[in-house]
């Protein structure tokens, strides 16, 4: 059950102000802060499934799931034997293992459009070097990327940047040099004509266009009907490298992800956060006449010491192997979140709110605007004041929400029928408190 009691958050307040004289902002990552939505970041200890506990001892069922890693909910016993397994052979060599080949082999039979593929850190680095292995292919230096989209912080990605970077203010973001941000062209999500007016403006100096193919990072959003195939055939028709930014939805919309969804092929995918099982793990591939020149097959470079660590490999082949054994868990998921959206609509509804709610398979967002949300400016209609009442009213209910209106939630296969009941219920409760009702 949930917490009635009003949360005590003492060790978590001390920890923040700690933390905030040796760290700016006191947070490692600015998505953790609560600066959009009021008080303090809660430190959290342990978790168990769908439940997150806090250094304080209060419990939380989770629909962050470390921002979709979590599919299975935290802590599968497949994973932690998996790491336990490996830890005792050493946590890193710097050289080949067999796994860094079974991963592979794995991603590939998951995602066949992807026919090589190379392991880095984390989603950041994985469309960075995308998209110079792009650029390096096709001799042209520029890139179209969507408004409201975020593929980590990448200097050419921090241009009408999503997640943080619109949550803070700061899409555009001080230290991205004009030289890197004239390279970056940005359109409307779900604006096709806006597109090929781009690339005919930059006739032949396109190399990529990379997107969320279901946008997680201005709230979730879906592709309209047919754009996907759109963008599909203008990258074909120009040469352009069509990049698929599938970190958050790779293993998660689909074992093939949204790709599979929507029956479309990307030239190159990059992915993340499932692939780890919750180890810092990206990767990046893609037609293997795109991905040889990457070095030291050709002369694109792209490196790290740590890239195919034997611990991450680990975790991320036994979440995987496991994914792709229980196909079945993709309707389960689905269902479950189906039942949070409908539910959720419902209550908005009955409250006389009509906010919309948007879901692809286990993501969704619910947004605080009556208006139909398909890009970033419908996005921006959202009260964002009145999310942050929302959000702060269902913490202290022991609901863990992405602590920003403009983030996706994330449902792992922990989420049971009780446990959405608890959600409903608490959701009505902080509907009413955030409105005054
Ligand atoms: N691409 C997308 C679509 C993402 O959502 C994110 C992070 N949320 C990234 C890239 C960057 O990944 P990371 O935070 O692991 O660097």
Redesign the pocket.
């Known amino acids: 059950s949930l917490p009635t009691t009003p949360l005590s958050l003492a060790t978590s307040d001390a920890l923040f102000t700690r933390a905030k004289n040796h760290i700016p902002g006191g947070v490692n990552s600015p998505v953790r802060a609560f600066r959009a939505v009021g008080g303090h970041p809660v430190f959290m200890q342990s978790a168990k499934g769908a439940w997150l506990t806090d250094v304080d001892g209060n419990r939380y069922l989770d629909f962050i799931n470390s ?1 979709g890693p979590m599919i299975l909910g935290h802590a599968p016993e497949i994973v932690l034997e998996a790491v336990r397994g490996a830890i005792g052979n050493s946590l890193s060599f710097g050289a080949p293992t067999q796994r860094e080949v079974e991963m592979a082999e794995l991603i590939k039979q998951m995602v066949p459009s992807i026919e090589k593929v190379r392991l880095v850190n ?4 994985a ?1 960075m070097s995308a998209i110079r292995v792009a650029r390096g292919y096709t001799g042209r230096n520029k890139i179209i990327k969507f408004e409201g989209c ?4 990448g200097d050419s990605f921090l241009i009408a940047a999503g ?1 943080g970077a619109l949550t803070l203010g700061a899409p555009d973001s001080p230290g991205v040099t004009q030289g890197v941000a004239q390279d970056t062209l940005t359109v409307p999500y779900n604006d096709l004509p806006a597109v090929e007016r781009t690339i005919a403006a930059n006739d032949g100096q396109v190399a990529a266009l990379i997107l ?1 193919p279901v946008v ?2 201005m709230g979730l959003v879906a592709p309209a009907e047919g754009y996907l195939q759109g963008l599909r055939d203008l990258c074909t028709q120009h040469g352009i490298v069509l990049i698929f ?1 599938e ?2 939805t790779g293993f998660r919309l689909a074992r093939g992800g949204a790709q599979e969804l929507y029956g479309i092929t990307p030239d190159m995918t ?1 992915l ?2 499932i692939i780890g099982g919750g180890m810092p793990v ?1 990767a990046y591939g893609g037609r293997q006449d795109i991905m040889d020149n990457v070095a030291p097959a050709g002369k694109v470079y792209q490196a790290g010491t740590l890239s195919g660590n034997p611990i991450a490999t680990a975790a991320g082949i036994a979440q995987l192997t496991y994914l792709q054994q229980h196909p079945e868990l993709y309707d389960q998921l689905n269902r479950t979140t189906t039942r949070i959206a409908d539910g959720t609509r419902q209550i908005c509804r009955e409250l006389g709110l009509n906010y919309t709610v948007n879901q692809v398979g286990s993501m969704f967002s619910v947004f605080f605007t009556d208006q139909p949300v398909t890009d970033l400016e419908s996005a921006k209609t959202s009260n964002t004041e009145a999310f942050g009442r929302y959000f702060q009213a269902m913490l202290h209910r022991g609901i863990y929400l992405a602590p920003a209106q403009y983030e996706a939630l994330f449902v792992s296969t922990a989420m049971t029928d009780d446990l959405v009941a608890l959600y409903l219920t608490a959701c009505r409760e902080s509907m009413r408190e955030a409105h005054g009702l």
């Open positions: 921002w984390s989603g950041t680095e469309t975020y593929h980590g912080h997640s969320e997680g990072n930014d970190v958050m990059t993340g956060k990206g």
